[in-house]
């Protein structure tokens, strides 16, 4: 039997929607959140899956404020050697990796890119980018620095934004190595 997916009923609403009511969420509940979905990717990983489309919309949350990643529709597993195409762009331009803009292979690391693009926006109440296109947003991600840390609100202290920076690094093996290790530095602020 080839492996499937069942997905629960979840009663709560997505991240998006939290944060189109608040703007930008307090320090603590960001990096939790952030700390629950590193936890989950990770788990996804260990069974060889990739989501490839991590973003506010796609995080569910509970009425106990428990994280639930949703929308697995361009998980990538480690057998799908060969699936997807080279050159063909798979994700959302405000949260895609650099690798992902320029349709080249991804794995968790692409992840881990784009839940620190998702962790930016949970804590500065926009995502790093914006763009008038999707080709501009993926060339942002692809060349442009993430804003300075000066720009930022002030509860953003430097060793978070550093987490922020290590996360989005352009280069994949800058970023953190697992989502465990992330999940580890996010519980230490």
């Known amino acids: 039997v080839p492996p499937f997916f069942a997905m629960e009923f979840v009663e709560g609403g997505t991240l998006r929607q939290l944060l189109a009511e608040g703007g930008r969420l307090p320090l603590r509940k960001a990096l939790d959140l952030a700390t629950q979905?590193?936890?989950?990717?990770?788990a996804a990983a260990e069974k060889g899956v990739i989501h490839r489309d991590v973003k506010p919309d796609n995080v569910m949350l509970t009425a106990r404020g428990q994280v639930k990643l949703t929308d697995f529709g361009l998980v990538k597993t480690h057998e799908d050697v060969g699936l997807t195409t080279q050159g063909v762009v798979m994700g959302t331009p405000l949260y895609m990796s650099p690798e992902q803009a320029e349709g080249r292979e991804v794995d968790?690391?692409?992840?881990?890119?784009?839940?620190?693009?998702?962790?930016?926006?949970?804590?500065?109440?926009?995502?790093p980018f914006l763009g008038e296109s999707a080709l501009v947003l993926m060339r942002?991600?692809?060349?442009?620095?993430?804003?300075?840390?000066?720009s930022l609100p002030g509860s953003v202290s430097a060793n978070v934004y550093a987490v922020v920076q290590k996360m989005m690094a352009k280069r994949r093996d800058d970023r953190y190595p697992t989502a465990l290790a992330l999940a580890r530095d996010l519980s230490n602020y």
């Open 140 to 150: 942002a991600h692809a060349e442009s620095p993430l804003p300075p840390h000066s």
């Open 108 to 127: 968790l690391r692409s992840d881990i890119y784009s839940l620190g693009a998702t962790l930016f926006h949970m804590l500065v109440g926009q995502p």
């Open 37 to 42: 979905m590193a936890q989950g990717l990770q």
